[in-house]
């Protein structure tokens, strides 16, 4: 219960202090700018990061299956050990 008393003002004290600063700068037609253009930014090299990532995972499963597919033949399942 005092922990969370502690971390709810901890979180009220940066939220206010957030919102201040954000009452401070929004009255700048360059700094709204400037948030817009690394808003957009940020979220571009998200998706590109997300894109690699999913092409990677797609190529990675392909392989996975088309090389154990090929190896399946040839393998003799009475030599595994279980």
């Known amino acids: ?3 969370d008393k502690i971390t ?3 979180f009220d004290k940066i ?3 957030m919102a201040m600063d954000w009452k401070k700068n ?3 037609d360059f700094s709204t700018r400037v948030r817009t ?3 957009i930014l ?3 090299f998200a998706k590109t990061v997300f894109g690699i990532f999913s092409i990677a995972i797609t190529l990675y499963t392909a ?3 088309t090389f154990d597919m090929s190896n399946l033949e040839e393998t003799d399942l009475c030599d595994r050990l279980f």
């Open 15 to 17: 939220w206010t202090m």
């Open 37 to 39: 253009n690394k808003a």
């Open 1 to 3: 219960m005092i922990i």
């Open 8 to 10: 709810y003002r901890t």
């Open 42 to 44: 940020s979220q571009n």
């Open 63 to 65: 392989s996975v299956f």
């Open 26 to 28: 929004s009255d700048a």
